[in-house]
Structures are given as structure tokens and as C-alpha cells.
């Protein structure tokens, strides 16, 4: 049973544009998340996390929203740069569990 | 350059046969995880260790086993390999154990079972 998934195995935006990463979850209990970036031969690198008790939170470029009726969330980049291209993870926490549990991962190509 | 080091970085070996990973966390973490990421897979979470005492277990198989030593350095045993054990092995490093922090990852380790 996969409780984060990251529907879209791509996703290839024009440089400047907006890009927009969707995660969706199926456990209630989770209240702590968290995207990372992937480049090729290096490990995961945090970029942003939210916590339940927030909508929203900015920083820089990126921004992620949550939803928690629709259990949905989002990463916003805007300006995608080429820079950017990498694969994207989301994870969740729930309290006292110790652990994050993963999605798939959306690979993000920025064309310039 | 997250601080959190794994070695070897590749590892070739055939089936039947056992590897140890090795992880240092950063200076200062004393919490230790380990994923197992097979092709297009996302991260799975193996196992997580808080200042030497095993703190949760994801899905990992009975034939692998892990330990965090008084140094706080963390190994993955992997017996018995089996070709569909063939993956890259993260481990992750954060000041302490609860789900409320992030996670610094090293570059892992890709095992290969021939």
C-alpha cells in the first residue's frame, strides 16, 4: 500500500516558467512533509518541508502548499531554471512513528 | 556535501553471497536511517537507529540486519543476496530521532548481485 504517491513520473517545464509538483497521501495521521531533490550518483537533498498546522511555506523560488481535506500537496518552483532539473521526493511523517515515508519521485527536466 | 559518508560507493557481488554497508553520520547526529531505492522505485525505509538502540523498522527483510555502534557509525548487513536485492542503499543522518526534522542524506552505496 503506497500512502505517498507522486502520480506524474515527469514532468518537463520551459525555463521561467512555473513548475508544479503534486503529491498525494492516504494516511490521515500524517502531520510533518517534506520534498527533497535528486540529482544522479548523489543522495537525496532537503529542500522545503511543511508542518499540518500550516496551508503554505515559502522559501526562495519554492514554495509548497498543503491541503489537508483533499490530503494533497505541492511544490511550486517559480522561475524554473535548468538547474532545477533533478528528481523531486515527497515524504510524510506522522507523530511518534520515527520515520518518513516516500513517494515515487517526479523527474523534472527544465528546458532552456 | 551533506557530511553523512557511505562506503564502499559500489559493491559487485553474486547471489548467496553477504555485504556490509557502512554509514558515518554527520558530526553531531545521533540518529541513523536506511532506504533501499530499486529501479524507479521511491525510497524504501529500511530501518532507523537513535544513539545506538534500534528506534523503527520499515520493510526490511529478515535476511538483512543493521546495528549502530557507541561511535554512532551504522552498518547494514545484507546475507544471502538475491538478485532483485540489486539497488542503491541511502543512509541519512539527523540530530534526533523524531519525524519533525530533516534528514541529511550520504551519496549511497549501489549493490549489484550477479
Known amino acids: 500500500d503506497q500512502q505517498v504517491k507522486q502520480n506524474s513520473p515527469s514532468l518537463s517545464v520551459q525555463e521561467g516558467r512555473i513548475s508544479i509538483l503534486n503529491c498525494d497521501y492516504t494516511?490521515?495521521?500524517?502531520?510533518?512533509f517534506l520534498w527533497y531533490k535528486k540529482y544522479p550518483a548523489e543522495g537525496p537533498t532537503f529542500l522545503i518541508s511543511?508542518?499540518?498546522?500550516?496551508d503554505k511555506n515559502e522559501d526562495g523560488r519554492f514554495t509548497v502548499f498543503l491541503n489537508k481535506s483533499a490530503k494533497h500537496l505541492s511544490l511550486h518552483i517559480v522561475p524554473s531554471q535548468p538547474g532545477d532539473s533533478a528528481v523531486y521526493f515527497c515524504?510524510?511523517?506522522?507523530?511518534?512513528?520515527?520515520?518518513?515515508?516516500f513517494g515515487t519521485g517526479t523527474r523534472l527536466k527544465v528546458l532552456a | 556535501d551533506s557530511g553523512v559518508t557511505q562506503t564502499p560507493k559500489h559493491l559487485i557481488t553474486a547471489t548467496g553471497q553477504r555485504v556490509t554497508l557502512r554509514c558515518s553520520p554527520r558530526?553531531?547526529?545521533?540518529?541513523v536511517y536506511w532506504y533501499q531505492q530499486s529501479l524507479d522505485q521511491g525510497l524504501q525505509f529500511l530501518i532507523q537507529?537513535?544513539?545506538?538502540?534500534?528506534?523503527a523498522k520499515g520493510n526490511i527483510l529478515e535476511r538483512f540486519s543493521a546495528q549502530q555502534f557507541p561511535d554512532l557509525h551504522s552498518e547494514l548487513n545484507l546475507s544471502s543476496l538475491e538478485l532483485g536485492d540489486s539497488a542503491l542503499y541511502f543512509c541519512?543522518?539527523?540530530?534526533?530521532?523524531?519525524?519533525?526534522?530533516?534528514?541529511?542524506f550520504g551519496p549511497g552505496t549501489r549493490l549489484t548481485v550477479l
Open positions: 511543511i508542518s499540518s498546522i500550516k
Open positions: 541519512a543522518s539527523s540530530v534526533t530521532p523524531g519525524g519533525y526534522n530533516e534528514q541529511f
Open positions: 537507529y537513535y544513539n545506538g538502540e534500534e528506534r
Open positions: 515524504a510524510a511523517s506522522a507523530q511518534g512513528t520515527y520515520k518518513y515515508i
Open positions: 558530526s553531531g547526529d545521533l540518529s
Open positions: 494516511n490521515s495521521m500524517f502531520d510533518y
